[in-house]
Nanobody, 125 residues
């Protein structure tokens, strides 16, 4: 499974960005795909995932209500719509995935096997 992120950049506080993760799999519904981020000097943080046939979603508390994860099965993409961005959201954002059978539905305890290369998001005026 290969994952490629796109869509990062520089945005002002209060603005929006949309990240996209392209996955090289024909069975997206059989995977848990999520977004993580890591800011300089801080530990990696899981922020959202979407999984399984029913599209089960979950968000970390730091982004809940501001970020939305979605997937397009036909295009094999998982997007992260980020609204009301704050300087604290500045980080490298990574897309990650595991087969559904290896996923425990715990964002905090998740250590995915497959990772993208990351995309920088900078929120600054």
């Amino acid at each position: 499974l290969q994952l490629v992120e796109s869509g990062g950049g520089l945005v002002q506080p209060g603005g929006s960005l949309r990240l996209s993760c392209a996955a090289s799999t024909f069975t997206m519904e059989a995977y848990a795909i999520g977004w993580f981020r890591q800011a300089p000097g801080k530990p990696r943080e899981g922020i959202a995932y979407i999984c399984c046939t029913d599209g089960n979603k979950y968000y970390g508390s730091s982004v809940r209500g501001r970020f939305t994860i979605s997937r397009d099965i036909a295009k094999k993409t998982v997007d992260l719509q980020m609204n009301s961005l704050e300087p604290e959201d500045t980080a490298v954002y990574y897309c990650a995935a595991d087969p559904q059978g290896d996923f425990t539905f715990s964002l905090r305890a998740w250590h995915p096997q497959s990772w993208g290369q990351g995309t920088q998001v900078t929120v600054s005026s």
